[in-house]
């Protein structure tokens, strides 16, 4: 499975943000689809499943997938700056469906920047 992420940017707090993940090579209703970020140093923790988000993102981004465009996407809203990071998608089996853990993912997207200023 490839994977092709988009729409990262730089926006201002308070603001909104588009993350897509295309698939190729692969159904994204067969997979264990997954969004993790990356902060400077430090190794990649999970953001957002279909069955999951982390607590400090709960209320604010929303995973969504295209099963005709075979796409996933995460709306990021109400952006702060701690949010300042580099976003990945991931694609797993079906039994990553309920993991956080990013060693449970086989696929990976080259990752997008999204910075928040305050």
């Known amino acids: 499975v490839q994977l092709q992420a988009s729409g990262g940017g730089l926006v201002q707090a308070g603001g909104s943000l588009r993350l897509s993940c295309a698939a190729s090579?692969?159904?994204?209703?067969?997979?264990?689809m997954t969004w993790f970020r990356q902060f400077p140093g430090k190794g990649r923790e999970f953001v957002a499943s279909?069955?999951d988000y982390a607590d400090d993102v709960k209320g604010r981004f929303t995973i969504s997938g295209d099963n005709t465009k075979n796409t996933v996407s995460l709306q990021m809203d109400s952006l702060k700056p701690e949010d300042t990071a580099v976003y990945y998608c991931?694609?797993?089996?079906?039994?990553?469906?309920?993991?956080?853990?990013?060693?449970?993912?086989?696929?990976w997207g080259q990752g997008t920047q999204v910075t928040v200023s305050s």
């Open positions: 991931a694609a797993g089996g079906l039994s990553s469906t309920y993991s956080r853990a990013p060693f449970d993912f086989h696929s």
């Open positions: 279909f069955t």
């Open positions: 090579g692969g159904r994204i209703s067969r997979l264990a």
